[in-house]
């Protein structure tokens, strides 16, 4: 371009090159020569001039623009309106068809959602409930708190023998018949009974009391469904033909043996175990 | 088993016309204005602009193969060419609007040198390519067009 300039009159090169120099942008080989054309020019305020009248130009030249239809009317030139229209509507219709999908995606997965938390509450809440009956954890605190507390945990305080047993006998819902011990040592006196509901399993507890010693002792005697087996594992004793398992706790010492078919006794004291094997000996057979 | 027919789709070059759709008629306005500051005449413009349009849309293939097809340089330079071959489209000027008082005194090459530089933003290279001059004859057209609105200190 700066070839150009060589070409030139001195009034072409001072007009024609204004918007290069009011951009920084003029060739390096015409910058000097064009200061030296603006002072020469005598009109200090060409660059101001100049700039104002471009603005107003384009300005001028921006009220001047194509309606809608005249635009229609180009567009037109690569595509028939009514192809345009059909290809608007092609594309809709997609849109359309991609809304409805992800509508139905969203109703699916938002019933799934659904179905999956009433299942969960289901399981939760409503099913069968996989809580397992663990006799020697419970009852082992069952009998701390009777202990501590017989009167209000006892449904059937009493010393009678008939009563007791009529009561466990009639007792409603119980899927094993509830143990008694038959002869218990003399020193040891009826207490009452009561069946503990775990939901899981129920249990029948039948107590009996120590009064002639110092401090009363209490003796719990637990029957619930179920085999021996099912007891954790442990050292099997024999008390004269009673198979017993022992357990024990830092207050307490538990015997677990089978006592009928389906049902398994524990009997729980603060005896030794073999105390309570001999107690248990002497109870059983009913 | 019936099978439903399969539905019509409609038979075009999709990619060239989205290429005429998004990089050349934006550009109409533009265009409209140069064919506007050429003819001095609405109708000119009209003409000139529909003429720049048929031309690029009967090359929208070749262009879109071409990488450094710049849109608003083929479409001056084709509404350039219409104003040429149809001598202005024997529209007269018409309008007493400030623009058409400023750019009248002017020679249409005067005109076509403000308006592809000083109105559509060309730079003065690319200006001198789309009309067909030398540089030397572009830098003569639009200083000479330029000293006559700054003398006049025409009011736009």
């Known amino acids: 371009m700066a070839q150009a300039a060589g070409e030139l009159r001195d009034d072409d090169v001072l007009y024609g090159y204004l918007t290069e120099y009011l951009d920084g942008e003029l060739p390096a080989a015409i910058a000097g020569k064009y200061d030296q054309l603006l002072k020469a020019a005598d009109r200090p305020a060409l660059q101001e001039e100049f700039q104002t009248l471009r603005g107003r130009l384009q300005l001028a030249l921006q009220s001047y623009y194509l309606k809608e239809d005249e635009l229609a009317a180009l567009a037109s030139l690569v595509q028939d309106p009514r192809v345009k229209a059909t290809v608007e509507n092609v594309k809709i219709a997609q849109l359309e068809r991609g809304v409805a999908v992800s509508t139905m995606m969203r109703r699916v997965a938002m019933g799934t959602f659904v179905v999956a938390a009433i299942g969960a509450a289901v399981v939760k809440f409503g099913g069968p409930s996989d809580v397992k009956f663990k006799p020697l954890e419970y009852l082992g605190y069952e009998a701390i708190a009777l202990e501590e507390d017989s009167r209000e945990r006892l449904n059937l305080p009493s010393h009678d023998l008939k009563e007791v047993r009529q009561y466990l006998a009639t007792y409603p819902g119980l899927d094993f018949k509830p143990k008694m011990l038959k002869n218990v040592p003399s020193t040891w006196d009826l207490d009452g009974a009561t069946v503990i509901d775990y939901e899981v399993a129920k249990v029948a507890v039948v107590m009996y009391e120590r009064r002639q010693s110092r401090n009363p002792e209490k003796l719990f005697h637990f029957s619930f469904a179920g085999k021996l087996s099912d007891l954790p594992p442990a050292d099997p004793g024999n008390m004269r033909g009673l198979i017993f398992q022992t357990y024990a706790s830092n207050e307490q010492n538990v015997i677990a043996w089978q006592s009928a078919n389906n049902t398994v006794s524990l009997l729980i004291g603060r005896r030794s175990a073999p105390e309570l094997a001999e107690i248990a000996v002497a109870g059983a057979g009913d | ?156």
């Open chain 2, 1 to 156: 088993m019936a099978t439903s027919p399969k539905p019509m789709t409609p038979q075009f070059d999709e990619q060239l016309v989205n290429l005429f759709e998004e990089q050349y008629l934006p550009l109409a306005d533009t265009i409209y204005r140069f064919g506007f500051a050429l003819t001095l005449s609405l109708d000119g413009a009209h003409s000139c602009v529909r003429q720049a349009f048929q031309k690029v849309s009967g090359k929208l293939k070749d262009l879109s193969k071409s990488l450094d097809a710049n849109p608003k340089s083929v479409l001056i330079e084709a509404c350039w060419q219409a104003y040429k071959d149809t001598k202005g489209g024997g529209a007269s000027p018409i309008g007493q609007s400030a623009i058409t008082s400023a750019l009248k005194p002017l020679p249409v090459e005067g005109r076509a040198a403000v308006a592809a530089i000083d109105g559509a933003g060309l730079s003065p290279a690319e200006a001198a390519r789309v009309l067909s001059w030398s540089e030397v004859e572009l830098r003569q057209h639009l200083a000479s067009a330029r000293r006559t609105l700054l003398r006049d200190a025409v009011q736009l």
